[in-house]
């Protein structure tokens, strides 16, 4: 079970974002861009996001994506 959070009307962001857990089978392919408008996380790391953007609240949370 994968933990999703979607976001829209994120400032300075054309395009929806979606962060999200993925499963083993495309572990290998962390770290790579996958597809437009999702940041893919290891199942852990979404399960701590998830839970810091609950505690803290969507417009508290910052992700800055570096190409």
């Known amino acids: ?39 893919r996380m290891h199942p852990d790391n979404a399960l701590t996001f998830n839970r810091l953007v609950r505690q803290h609240g969507i417009y508290k949370v910052w992700v800055t994506v570096h190409e």
């Open 1 to 39: 079970h994968t933990r999703y959070i979607s976001v829209t009307g994120v400032q300075t962001c054309a395009l929806p974002i979606s962060v999200h857990g993925t499963g083993q089978g495309n572990w290998k392919r962390l770290g790579n861009p996958a597809s437009h408008g999702c940041i």
